[in-house]
């Protein structure tokens, strides 16, 4: 069955949806985006993702007048003329176009191109890949060094996806000066006798929406938290190891670059804020 998007003001069937092939997002990358998951028909961390990109926006000086009201309203009418139980929204702001290519930014007052999708996925929360763990390899980290901003500039992400399924593994976990910085997609994390360890927030890292939470989570449950770097080889000696994204909650990892992790399964630190996380998305989501 077709979607219903949105673009530019009007909500239209996905086949009808169309946009400048001089855009500046599909020329240059010259755009940002978010992705808010949905569960029980409604958003979760709806306010951390519009402050996610209102920063995104500004720190690439791209105008985008739409309020948090407004984008509320497309969300929830994408949801609800969609019929999404369980899935996400994907949105997209770009530079829009100046009607030509050009390596100047198009003249001020030029509008952003909005772009709004569904995506059903039905049974994300009960996910079978939770409970056997995925497995991840690692790669150089050959991406941009603003990776604090959500732009749609994914190709290497991308690159390092395929290398791991090319592989027979799930996800790649991105390397730089001998430290871990993040997964593909999602932030990551070891436990190591009982404490949480993720890398610290800098621009070598998106500021996940998900990470935020699931740290204020793991605080509240009183498990010890270090915000630090680590190395592949101490993820192959620790207890546990996991990642966080919106889209994924918290996903155990049970194999690093084919060392088993732990015990080669979820442990019980992952599977236990993978609950918590998923219980109070529901009772917070609007
Ligand atoms: N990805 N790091 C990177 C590089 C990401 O692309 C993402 C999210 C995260 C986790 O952020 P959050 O918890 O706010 O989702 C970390 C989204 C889900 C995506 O590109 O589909």
Not at 204 to 214: K, P
Not at 256 to 273: E, N, S, T, Y
Request: proline content about 4%.
């Amino acid at each position: 069955m077709s979607r219903t998007v949105y673009v530019n003001g009007t909500y239209m069937p996905e086949e009808e949806a169309t946009v400048s092939i001089f855009d500046r997002g599909f020329v240059m990358g010259d755009a940002v985006y978010e992705v808010t998951c949905v569960l029980d028909g409604k958003l979760t961390e709806f306010d951390g993702h519009m402050a996610r990109l209102a920063r995104s926006l500004s720190e690439l000086e791209i105008v985008c007048d739409l309020t948090r009201d407004d984008w509320l309203e497309i969300h929830r009418k994408l949801i609800e003329m969609n019929g999404v139980e369980e899935g996400g929204v994907y949105l997209q702001v770009s530079r829009g176009t100046a009607g030509d290519r050009d390596f100047h930014y198009p003249p001020e007052g030029t509008p952003p191109t909005v772009v709004l999708y569904t995506q059903s996925k039905p049974g994300l929360s009960a996910d079978p890949k939770a409970d056997k763990g995925i497995k991840v390899i690692s790669v150089p980290d050959l991406r941009w060094h603003r990776r604090d901003i959500k732009t749609v500039q994914l190709l290497y992400a991308s690159m390092a996806k395929m290398a791991a399924e090319k592989e027979g593994k799930d996800d790649a976990w991105f390397v730089e000066d001998g430290f871990v910085t993040e997964g593909s997609s999602n932030n990551c994390y070891i436990v190591k006798g009982g404490r949480i360890i993720t890398r610290q927030l800098s621009n070598d890292i998106l500021h996940g929406i998900t990470r935020a939470s699931v740290l204020k989570m793991a605080q509240e449950a009183q498990m010890e938290v270090e915000e630090r770097p680590f190395t592949i080889e101490e993820a192959q000696a620790a207890d546990e190891a996991f990642y966080t994204s919106a889209s994924a909650f918290v996903m155990p990892i049970v194999e690093v670059d084919g060392v088993a992790v732990g015990a080669g399964k979820p442990g019980p630190v992952a599977k236990r804020l993978r609950e918590i996380y998923i219980d109070e998305s529901r009772k917070s989501a609007i």
